[in-house]
């Protein structure tokens, strides 16, 4: 079921190979090129990154990391996911994907991007993950930033969840 699953999201650009779609192997290139030129990149997202892990769990976070959210991600991820922990995991999976989306549009409105991962494969997949919200860092990012990123959600979810 996973592979299916699997297949039936990412085969569109490659009906009748295994390869990677030709705009993906492209890309690919092209960052192993920028990364070989420019290595001081991978250690710009490597400090960015624990950066943004000590802010989520450090004191800024409080009362919201972990006790709202949780961190569910590797700390060797610059992909950060937060599930629903405390009382707002029990609630419904709407209920829950609502809430997310709702953090979610609450930081763009706030100049900050991140990806709620609740309803978009629902119907698509056997074994849907819980919902959850997806912080990238890069590179070039700063650490105020970071900072304001997540006081932005922070904030966010102060609002969505109440004190």
């Known amino acids: 079921e996973e592979v299916v699953d699997h297949q039936r999201l ?17 890309a690919a290139i092209a960052s192993i090129q920028r990364i070989k030129n420019n290595p001081e990149l991978l250690e710009s997202v490597r400090r960015n990154r624990d950066i943004m892990y000590r ?29 629903l922990s405390g009382r707002e995991a029990g609630e419904p999976v709407e209920e829950q994907i609502r809430m997310l ?6 930081c763009l409105r ?20 819980p919902p ?5 860092v890069s590179a070039v ?16 979810a102060v609002h969505v969840f109440g004190k």
Request: aromatic share 4%.
């Open 10 to 26: 990412s085969g569109a650009g490659y009906c009748f190979s295994a390869s990677a779609p030709p705009f993906l192997a492209s």
């Open 55 to 83: 802010t989520l769990r450090g004191p800024l976070m409080k009362g919201v990391v972990p006790s709202r959210l949780d961190i569910v991600s590797d700390d060797l991820s610059s992909m950060v996911f937060l599930e």
């Open 101 to 106: 989306d709702e953090i979610r549009d609450r």
């Open 110 to 129: 706030n100049g900050v991007a991140l990806v709620s991962t609740g309803g978009h494969v629902k119907g698509h997949l056997h074994d849907v993950p």
């Open 132 to 136: 959850a919200l997806r912080l990238t």
């Open 141 to 156: 990012h700063n650490e105020e930033e970071i900072r304001k990123a997540a006081q932005v959600l922070k904030d966010a």
